[in-house]
């Protein structure tokens, strides 16, 4: 099994993955922000997910701070599993993966298309140079180092 972490990776894709590369956390996420899952059952139902994963995987979620667990609002005991502001900042992450797989792994077309709700247009990621406000074509964009790079001699 590979492990949760990239120790050696100076990227905070890297890092962003030892929160939400294991397989179910985006799909959780996934539902979390556009099927109005809150609930165990609802995840286990809608994935269907084996209860011990979905444990394993909220629990997770919530120590990483991308969910907070908290008692239901209908008074029952129940608990909710809800975004936080960290969690819903991963919108244009699950966006960006679901136009891929559009077009690269969807032969009869996108199974999910993602509307605005308030005009009702579809909604698409795209890249977007600060500077002369272009789109990068692919192969067009080069890394450089920021200031979280230490310098090396």
């Avoid at 030892?18 to 985006?26: A, C, D, K, T, Y």
């Avoid at 008074?75 to 919108?91: I, N, Q, S, W």
């Amino acid at each position: 099994m590979l492990g949760r972490t990239y120790e050696r990776e100076n990227c905070s894709a890297a890092r962003a993955l030892e929160v939400i590369g294991e397989r179910w956390s985006l799909l959780i996420l996934r539902n979390a922000l556009y099927a109005g899952s809150t609930r165990f059952n609802q995840f286990q139902r809608s994935l269907g997910i084996a209860s011990n994963i979905l444990t394993t995987r909220l629990d997770w979620l919530v120590q990483s701070g991308l969910m907070e667990s908290r008692s239901a609002t209908d008074g029952t005991e129940t608990r909710e599993y809800v975004l936080t502001a960290k969690g819903l900042d991963l919108e244009p992450v699950i966006l960006a993966l679901s136009a891929w797989g559009d077009r690269w792994s969807a032969p009869d077309g996108p199974p999910i298309i993602y509307h605005h709700s308030d005009c009702g247009g579809q909604v698409h990621q795209y890249l977007k140079c600060d500077r002369c406000q272009q789109s990068p074509e692919p192969g067009y964009i080069t890394a450089m180092p920021g200031p979280g790079m230490p310098v090396t001699a």
